[in-house]
């Protein structure tokens, strides 16, 4: 069964900081991996796709790099702003039904 | 316009009650979902229908029986409401199962 793992839990930058965040998983039989983004209280928006022979994916200051044989993927986010804060989640799509499985997240407060 | 709209928003309960949380898509998907937030923020999918029919269904209680009516609509019925029912569903939907995920505002569902 697919296990999707986040670190860190949480995350506190001072604005302008460049940042990683980090998933992994536990079964590489992925077709693609998602990263969304959810505030408070919202609904989840879609960040960027990777697709499993991508290597990866870039969006505006948001660019997320995809290690199917590792099992990890990372969300970098350059020149951090407070407006960036928010749950980041990633989920990979694979196994029996194509089932998106989630990380737990990590929590992002940019600080001005 | 919204993509992925849910109904209700929030939706506050007695124990035993039967309620239905409505979701419509207009970008033309096929694939709908419903996915569960507990408390943890842990999101867990519960069904997934492909023009109409069910392809997923994950440990969910038979007191759960989603309804599609058509390719744009996936609504969610549930019986005998719990208190562990308590937490905000998400309805979601793809142009296929191995498609980019889109996310409605989610339905925030509390027993008493």
């Known amino acids: 069964k697919q296990e999707v793992t986040q670190i860190p839990a949480a995350l506190s930058v001072p604005e302008g900081e460049n940042l990683v965040l980090n998933c992994s998983f536990t079964?590489?039989?992925?077709?693609?991996l998602q990263w969304f983004r959810q505030d408070p209280g919202k609904g989840l928006t879609s960040l960027l796709l990777?697709?499993?022979?991508?290597r990866e994916q870039t969006s505006g200051r948001l660019n997320a790099s995809l290690d199917k044989s590792s099992g990890r993927s990372t969300l970098y986010i350059a020149a951090s702003q407070p407006g960036d804060s928010a749950t980041y989640l990633c989920a990979v799509k694979g196994g029996a039904g194509n089932m998106l499985t989630f990380g737990g997240g990590t929590r992002l407060m940019v600080k001005p | 316009d919204t993509a992925v709209s849910q109904t209700p928003k929030y939706l506050v309960t007695q124990m035993g009650n039967d309620k239905s949380i409505k979701c419509e898509q207009n970008?033309?998907?096929?694939?709908m979902y419903w996915y569960k937030q507990d408390s943890k923020k842990f999101l867990k999918i519960m069904f997934s229908?492909?023009?109409?029919?069910?392809?997923i269904n994950e440990t969910v209680p038979n007191r759960f029986s989603p309804k599609s009516p058509d390719k744009a609509h996936l609504n969610l019925h549930i019986n005998s409401l719990e208190l562990g029912d308590s937490a905000v569903y998400f309805c979601a939907s793809s142009q296929s199962i191995l498609g980019e995920l889109f996310f409605g505002e989610g339905s925030r569902l509390t027993v008493l």
């Open positions: 990777i697709q499993s022979s991508q």
């Open positions: 970008l033309g998907h096929d694939t």
């Open positions: 229908y492909n023009n109409k029919e069910l392809i």
């Open positions: 079964d590489s039989a992925i077709y693609n």
